[in-house]
């Protein structure tokens, strides 16, 4: 195995987490390590075809009460199996991660999550190798960087 000369990032169990793509600036994410991919709480989420590229349109309720209205390439569809053994097919677009300063492509389901705790969820494929969690604390990484795109 060959040693990264990076040096990786920490984040908390919690931290704030921006999507530029979306022109979402800040939402609070829990970071699961559990989940492989990344989820954010949609609702009236729409399909809509132009020009042969299907698009999907959708609210993204935050923790404030506060509406954002999005849209998005549609990426496909994912099977979801959630803590509780369900499988849910959820559609899934392609956007920009902002987190600690640095900006990265990852993949994010749309997903009704009103009854949990937190917007998004942050999986280990967008954490990558890039960040370790330290669960015991939140908000550690810095969130007034100039975004630097992240290698993969």
Known sequence: MVASNRKKGVVGWKEHAGLPSLKIKDVIAKIDTGATLSSIHASDIKITSKAGVKYVSFN????????????????????????????????????????????????????????MDYTMLIGRKALGRRWMVNPSVSFLAKTTDVPKKAKK
């Open 60 to 115: 993204v309720m935050k923790r404030n009460n506060t509406v954002k209205k999005a849209k998005a390439p549609l990426s496909g569809y994912k099977r979801i199996r959630s803590s509780d053994g369900d499988v849910e097919k959820r559609p899934m677009i392609k956007t920009t991660l902002l987190l600690d300063g640095i900006e990265k492509e990852i993949e994010l389901t749309l997903a009704d999550r009103r009854l």
